[in-house]
């Protein structure tokens, strides 16, 4: 179970956006839902963008026009018999506000003001969201449930990101199953690839910003194979690459519903995450000799009694198992990954 305000520092971490003063109102208020917490990013967030101005883009439009104006279309103008009335069919390009980042956002407004999620958000939030509704007023909405959000991840709008990555927990209702003041993120992505995003992206930009020295990175690993067309060989990327001096620490992290799989009433675990971590080390410590590599699996911990705390010594590729408990007070989660920081840091 994460505490909403950890989900608040995960989403600092992960998206630098939330370091802005726009976003101090957000840093210092106590949230008592996840959908509260997501609703007031969201307000600080557009508020913020519509006084750098409001994105606008280009956008196909279609009208029957009495002059030419972009291209003609025939079939159209004579099966609408325009040009009886000396007028045109024509398409052009139209550019205004009502462009697909746009639509998102207020999509993402009146999905808060539904009825199954409005109760959760506080009535001067709710204020808030009508009032900036206003200015999306010549915006179309989109269906929540069948938004494009692989059409937003190239979005080049400024300060966009952030915004769509907050619109889309809102229209995909994640963060939301909540017991004792908690959220469980059960549902963070839809897809399988992708229910690490939030986590490995905090991980890393954790390193990044609190440990400049370690060089921390995401990393395509090559395979130290000959013979072989790299075009025919699978990319190897690591989640989290720490780099300090003479060592190198590969961090792959996980989060499942369950750390370990079943095997004959014995937890054990997951072996392909151990194959995938052994092969990042060999291939990266046979690719860069001389230096010391270790690999890491690190775990978001479950409810389960047992978790994969390990230690695996093999020859020449040590590798370890962990579990990051995300439910304990931020302070400690940072003393656990300062303690990963220190372990390439220390003896130095």
Known sequence: MIPIRN?????????????????????????????????????????????????????????RLPGVRGRILAEETIRTRAILYREFVCEHDFFDENCYPNQVLKTAMLRL???????????????????????????????????????????????????????????????????????????????????????????????????????SSAKNIPWALQGIPDALLPTMKADVVLHFGGRTLIIDAKYYGKNTSEQHNTRKLHSANLYQIYTYVDNYRKTHPGEQVNGMLLYAMTEEVIQPD???????????????????????????????????????
């Not at 908690?182 to 390193?207: A, G, P």
């Open 113 to 215: 003001m539904a009825p199954d999620l409005c109760s959760e958000v506080p009535d001067e939030r709710r204020l808030e969201l009508r009032r900036l509704l206003g200015y999306f007023s010549r915006v179309d909405e989109l269906s929540y449930r069948h938004i494009d959000w692989k059409r937003l991840i190239t979005c080049r709008h400024s300060g966009y990101t952030l915004l769509m990555n907050i619109c889309e927990m809102i229209c995909k209702d994640l963060l939301l199953t909540e017991e004792d003041g908690s959220v469980f993120m059960r549902h963070l992505f839809t897809e399988e690839k992708e229910k690490c995003h939030l986590y490995e992206k905090f991980i890393r930009n954790y390193f990044k910003r609190e440990h400049p020295m370690l060089r």
């Open 310 to 348: 390990a230690q695996i010594d093999l020859v020449d590729v040590p590798l370890s198992s962990r579990s990051l408990d995300l439910s304990r007070d931020f302070c400690i989660i940072e003393q656990q990954l300062d303690a990963i920081a220190h372990s390439l840091t220390d003896d130095k």
């Open 7 to 63: 989900i608040y520092y995960m989403l600092a971490y992960a998206f630098d956006e939330l370091g802005r003063p726009d976003y101090h109102r957000c840093r210092t208020e106590p949230f008592t839902h996840a959908v509260d917490l997501l609703s007031a990013i969201l307000v600080c967030g557009i508020t913020a963008q519509l006084k750098r101005g409001c994105a606008r883009d280009y956008r196909p439009e279609v009208e």
